[in-house]
């Protein structure tokens, strides 16, 4: 054992790595997390103590995940906390209006510049059938996050919803907050900076909560999202090697994917901040339980759907200006939704079919609300939403619309039940997992409200076991072995 | 510290320094039931490698393949045509497809035995192999394994008898051995191969790139396909028995006559 050797790995560890950037639920997070949390603990009341120290942390949270542009994110803040000291002290509207635009113009244009230049780049070139050359351009991780929480700041400053931080130091603390740094929630400015003023003790109760929080998001996350993810990549990088019962079990297993990768990370941030004594609201509230679109995108990624309906969809005029214009500001809306995920077509085909999908299910309101309560019209209703949703999630995952329609066309002209045995007894831990998470939404939501608080209130060694036997299971699908894909079809 | 914390921190102390601890084993044993270790020592105590040493594509990296042991001189490509029978770990996954368009351009017929999470012991202590090589009588084998093996402790002293069980089993039959697409540096398992077959009979994919799968681990399709291609290239002036494999179009892969799948060991 070389100690020079074990320092350079070290280091090598805590620097910047494009290609392992920190996540909650890996090894190195943990360890800086027993750092962290009795130093936190330490300065806990001394509020500027904890303020520094905590965007510090966040800092290297943001370096090590995206290297030196957590100076651009220092810059982004500081332009913001700025204009919006400026804005206040302004007594004329246009004045004011210009800060908050100054603000908005520069986020976005960082944000377009980092994730949509080449985009808008390609497109231009199939237009004019050009010959540019892609820049060569990193998009810094969690862009898209902190820069909505910047757009919302300044534009509650405007309104007069929140009070401008006193110091440059509680927005960076705000923007730079890491649980929710570099994957959301989208956390809003009103809802947190009364927390970071008032400032009040985390009970026990919240401590251990935060635990049982981040243990579900580690099982969601480590555990069935990305197990199961093994399979659907095999069906979505080779959309013709399959028949279509194995190509709709990749779409109902992505379909799955990406809400327990999703949520389960929302569940590891909002735990983490749990733990700090900070509330993040919920961000996934069992979305695949919606029996129409509209209740889907009320319990789906909550932070980013209220964001766009305060900041964009009400804005646009809402539903205060007609039928055709709700229809038309709800498409739009979902449309900018879906470019907010990527800087790709499909994101936008994929809003733009959720926009269409929404207006239809307004449209189709008056008649579906006189329709009786039984128990086969909401299966009808879930079952319908759950196809689509799913069916759309193919699109959005499909790396071009070729295999997305190749995935779809097997799926209807290949389909055999023959292949159900095979694969049931082939992939039976894919099965498994798949069973549990959609079972696990079939559990009334006491239920589960019932097993976190039980957890709270479990004995201390109890609590120990739990978390062990998490991370044992994380270790058995991803350690050094190769965890296995599932199954393969050539 | 705070009250509150005291608990939650000593939690996560005691589990962290308990897997850190474990992890100085390649595996433990409770009551019957063999549980994987994290490897937190092994990674923080490995020789210093420094980043970004491998930057090129499988795609061109003729290179890269230098350091596999060559024979002295080019043996002629047998053109016949052959049974190939393909075995190995869940790596063959992106192989498999791609050497199936090799054998239908080149008039081979293609035998593949997946066995997920497989290694040379597993393979080595059982008579699986000579039991698909009566079943198939294969002209040529091909194996790939070493992959679940790359950080094993000990590992010549420890399955050096399995990788000789496994070449026993083939007997005089032309094979190829391709090594494991190492995404770290592994503990000898390259080595202990490559001492045990014969000269011209291992490829060496360590120092390769491959465009990795999100686990890290198993090339992407294309880049696996790239791999299969660099050893298509790799063959006529470096293999004891070089077969035919001129290169299908780009990217197209193909169905192997018989694909049998093996679920993992427990």
Known sequence: ?490 | MRNGYTGLWTLLAISFITIVAVSAFDSINVMGFELKTSGIISRITEPYHGSGCQDESVAVADSMVADTEKISFPVPVDTASQRILLIGDSMLEGLSPRLAAYAKQNGHELYTVIWYSSTSQIWGECDTLSTFIRKFRPTYIMVSLGANELFVRDIERKRDRHVKSILEQIGEIPYLWIGPPNWKEDTGINRLVEKNVAKGAFFLSDGMHFDRARDGAHPTRSSAAEWLDSIARWMPDNCNHPIRLLRPDNGVTSRAKRIIVLQPKK
């Open chain 1, 1 to 490: 054992m070389d100690w020079n050797d074990i320092g350079r790995n070290i280091f090598e560890l805590l620097n910047y790595d494009s290609n392992a950037p920190m996540i909650f639920s890996s090894g190195l997070f943990w360890a800086l997390f027993l750092v962290f949390l009795p130093m936190y603990a330490l300065v806990r009341n001394r509020r500027w103590q904890m303020v520094l120290f905590v965007v510090v942390f966040s800092l290297y949270f943001y370096y090590k995940s995206s290297g030196w542009f957590f100076l651009l994110l220092v810059g982004t803040s500081l332009i913001d906390w700025a204009l919006s000291r400026v804005m206040i002290r302004l007594t004329s509207r246009r004045g004011r209006l210009w800060c908050m635009w100054g603000s908005i113009v520069v986020s976005l244009s960082v944000l377009g510049y980092f994730k949509y230049a080449n985009f808008f780049l390609w497109n231009w070139n199939q237009m004019v059938e050009g010959n540019f050359q892609p820049l060569d351009i990193i998009l810094p991780v969690g862009i898209s996050f902190y820069t909505f929480q910047s757009i919302s700041y300044i534009v509650d400053v405007y309104r007069g919803d929140v009070r401008p931080t006193e110091s440059w130091l509680d927005y960076l603390f705000f923007l730079s907050f890491f649980p929710a740094l570099v994957a959301g929630p989208i956390v809003r400015a009103d809802y947190f900076l009364p927390q970071l003023r008032d400032k009040r003790e985390a009970t026990v109760g919240e401590i251990y909560m935060g635990l049982w929080l981040i243990i579900v998001g580690v099982v969601k996350k480590a555990i069935v999202a990305d197990y199961i993810s093994q399979y659907n990549d095999l069906i979505f990088a080779s959309p013709t090697g399959y028949s279509g019962f194995e190509s709709l079990m990749g779409a109902v297993g992505y379909t799955m994917q990406i809400y327990c990768d999703f949520s389960g990370y929302s569940d590891m941030a909002i735990g983490i901040a749990l733990i700090m004594g900070f509330r993040l609201g919920k961000n996934f509230d069992f979305p695949y339980k919606s029996r129409n679109l509209t209740q889907f995108w009320r319990q789906w990624h909550i932070s980013l759907s209220s964001w766009l309906r305060d900041y964009l969809y009400i804005p646009l005029g809402g539903n205060r200006k007609g039928v055709v214009r709700t229809y038309v500001n709800n498409f739009l809306t979902m449309l900018i939704g879906g470019l907010w995920h990527g800087a790709a077509w499909k994101f936008v085909f994929w809003g733009a079919m959720h926009g269409v999908g929404l207006a239809v299910h307004k449209a189709c309101r008056p008649w579906l609300d006189r329709l009786p309560r039984w128990w086969i019209v909401s299966a009808v209703s879930w079952a319908v939403t759950m196809i689509y949703v799913s069916l759309l999630w193919i699109f959005f995952r499909a790396d071009s619309w070729c295999d997305s329609w190749l995935i779809i066309r097997n799926i209807f002209t290949d389909f055999s039940i023959a292949y159900v045995m095979p694969f049931v007894e082939v992939r039976g831990l894919w099965c498994v997992m798949m069973a549990v998470i959609i079972g696990s939404h079939a559990l009334p939501r006491r239920w589960h409200d019932a097993v976190s608080q039980w957890f709270v209130g479990s004995p201390w060694i109890v609590k120990l076991i739990v978390f062990m036997v998490v991370v044992q299971a994380v270790i058995e699908l991803m350690t050094e072995e190769v965890a296995p894909f599932i199954y393969f079809q050539f």
